[in-house]
Nanobody
Framework: QVQVVESGGGLVQAGGSLRLSCVASGSTRTIKSLGWYREAPGKQRELVAVLSTSGDTTYGDSVKGRFTISGDNAKNTVFLQMNSLKPEDTAVYYC??????????WGRGTQVTVSS
């Protein structure tokens, strides 16, 4: 079992920045990737960014060039630096830990609100 806990959400004006953090615990040696998804009201959960243990990154099209995912393997932590935020980035951001395809563990989410 893996547990992930997010932090760092909040309210920011358009054009501003926020940094989210996610700490994994439990069977962390089984983790193959850590990442972020988001869910806006009335929309499906979508990929934001994922970082594999081999260092590969994957970004959702809507955040490429604005968001950066990074990690600290020693601390089982992944970060999401969000720059040039837009009102459409408003969502609940969920941390995800994947041990294999189809087996993911989710955090409770952290709210990010971007005002125009």
């Amino acid at each position: 079992q893996v547990q992930v806990v997010e932090s760092g959400g909040g309210l920011v004006q358009a054009g501003g920045s926020l940094r989210l953090s996610c700490v994994a615990s439990g069977s962390t040696r089984t983790i193959k990737s850590l990442g972020w998804y988001r869910e806006a009201p009335g929309k499906q959960r979508e990929l934001v960014a994922v970082l594999s243990t081999s260092g590969d990154t994957t970004y959702g099209d809507s955040v490429k060039g604005r968001f950066t995912i990074s990690g600290d393997n020693a601390k089982n932590t992944v970060f999401l630096q969000m720059n040039s935020l837009k009102p459409e980035d408003t969502a609940v951001y969920y941390c995800m830990g994947r041990v294999r395809l189809g087996t993911e563990y989710w955090g409770r989410g952290t709210q990010v609100t971007v005002s125009s």
